[in-house]
């Protein structure tokens, strides 16, 4: 009985761990597209026209007309310029 609980506990623990795992993979990347934004825009302030930047397989654009950051074909993070 005890050695039944005990492998539910750990097989739940390892399920959990996983789970910890991706969900921290995926802020990190939300982070990384966040702060790639607010850089790309920052540029746009400072008088560029159009801004593409690239960090840890998160690519970022940006024109007066708003800003993206994306991985594929998903968007991360998406602002709206003029």
């Known amino acids: ?3 039944t609980i005990l492998g539910v506990v750990v097989a739940s623990l390892v399920v959990v761990t996983e789970q910890v795992g991706v969900k921290r993979r995926q802020l ?3 982070l990384v597209a966040s702060r790639l ?5 920052d540029q746009i302030a400072l008088g560029k026209d ?3 930047l690239s960090r840890q397989g998160v690519r970022a654009q ?5 800003a993206r950051a994306f991985v594929g074909n998903k968007t991360l993070v998406e602002i ?3």
Do not use: D, P
Request: no cysteine; aromatic share 0%.
């Open 50 to 52: 159009q801004v593409a």
């Open 62 to 66: 940006a024109t007066r007309q708003g």
């Open 1 to 3: 009985m005890a050695l």
């Open 37 to 41: 934004v607010k850089e790309a825009t």
């Open 80 to 82: 709206k310029g003029e």
């Open 28 to 30: 990190e990347q939300n």
